[in-house]
C-alpha cells in the first residue's frame, strides 16, 4: 500500500459515496485507475464494507455504554454469543482485570439493564461494570497514515 492508496482510503472515509472520478482527481489518478486501486484494496480485505454513519440517538439508540464483562473462565472463543445480543456494537478481548469489553448502544437506560442481564447469562461471565457516556466529543475512523508518520 502506497500513499495514494492511502489518501484514497482518507477520502472514502470522509464519504464513500464518491464518485471513481473525483476521487481520481484528488490523487492524481483517471477515475478508472482510482477505480481499479479501490477494488484492490477491497480485495485485499483493506476495504472491509462501505457503510453510512448514521446518527445513534436520531433512530432511538442514544444511550451508550462500555461495558466490561468478568468471566471465571477463558471468553475468548465466546464471540458469537456476544453477537447474539444486537444491542452489542463491538465485543474485544482485553488484558487486565476484565476479559472482555462491549460497546452498547440502546435507547434507554431499562434496554441497557436488559442487556446486561443477557450478558450474565453467557456461560463464564461472573460480572460487569457498565460505564454510561453522558456526551461523545468525537469518533474518528482509523487513521490512513499521516496519524502514523507515513
Not at 472514502?12 to 471513481?20: F, G, I, M, R, V
Not at 453510512?52 to 464471540?79: N, Y
Not at 442487556?115 to 461494570?129: H, K, P, W
Amino acid at each position: 500500500m502506497d500513499a495514494i492508496d492511502r489518501k484514497l482510503l482518507g477520502l472514502l472515509q470522509e464519504d464513500a459515496a464518491q464518485a471513481y472520478s473525483a476521487l481520481g482527481k484528488a490523487v492524481g489518478l483517471s477515475a478508472g485507475a482510482a477505480h481499479e486501486r479501490v477494488r484492490k484494496l477491497r480485495e485485499a480485505g483493506v476495504i472491509r464494507r462501505t457503510t453510512i454513519d448514521v446518527d445513534p440517538a436520531a433512530v432511538g439508540a442514544g444511550v451508550l455504554a462500555f461495558v466490561m464483562v468478568e468471566s471465571s473462565a477463558w471468553m475468548g472463543d465466546a464471540s458469537g454469543r456476544f453477537a447474539a445480543i444486537p444491542e452489542i456494537q463491538e465485543a474485544h478481548v482485553i488484558a487486565g482485570s476484565a476479559s472482555v469489553l462491549v460497546k452498547v448502544r440502546t435507547a434507554t437506560t431499562e434496554q441497557l439493564q436488559d442487556v446486561l442481564r443477557r450478558l450474565y447469562a453467557i456461560e463464564g461471565v461472573s460480572g460487569t461494570q457498565a460505564t454510561v457516556a453522558l456526551e461523545t466529543f468525537f469518533e474518528r475512523p482509523v487513521a490512513t497514515g499521516e496519524a502514523f508518520g507515513r
